[in-house]
């Protein structure tokens, strides 16, 4: 079955950088829609950057793009989220999703059929 797995969260300081990965198994991904979506405590669950996975469009949101970038790497069955001059309020727990297909609705969580187990980011001052 399709599994996700986040790794590379942890508590840093304002203004540096983490590289989180989603290694993907179970399924071929071609035609998937990959994103990393983010919750913080006592709030909803927001929509970060996705890619696709065979043709690499990506998508960011406003409030990080500038700062977080998406990548994916085929051979290696992995998605990573680049995220650079961190701030407290990036704090909360990063989940990778899968979904399949691409286009304006990569943006809702109701797009993602699989996620992962989460991983937490804290970012302190």
């Known amino acids: 079955q399709v599994q996700l797995v986040e790794s590379g969260g942890g508590l840093v300081q304002a203004g540096t950088s983490l590289r989180l990965s989603c290694l993907v198994s179970g399924s071929t991904f071609s035609g998937y829609g990959m994103g990393w979506f983010r919750q913080a405590p006592g709030k909803e669950r927001d929509f970060v950057a996705a890619?696709?996975?065979?043709?690499?469009?990506?998508y960011h949101a406003d409030s990080v793009k500038g700062r977080f970038t998406i990548s994916r790497d085929i051979a290696k069955n992995t998605v990573y989220l680049r995220m650079n001059s961190l701030k407290p309020e990036d704090t909360a727990v990063y989940y990778c999703a899968a979904g399949a297909g691409w286009g304006p609705q990569i943006a809702s969580p109701h797009f993602y059929a699989y996620w992962g187990q989460g991983t937490q980011v804290t970012v302190s001052l």
């Open positions: 890619i696709a996975w065979s043709g690499g469009s990506s």
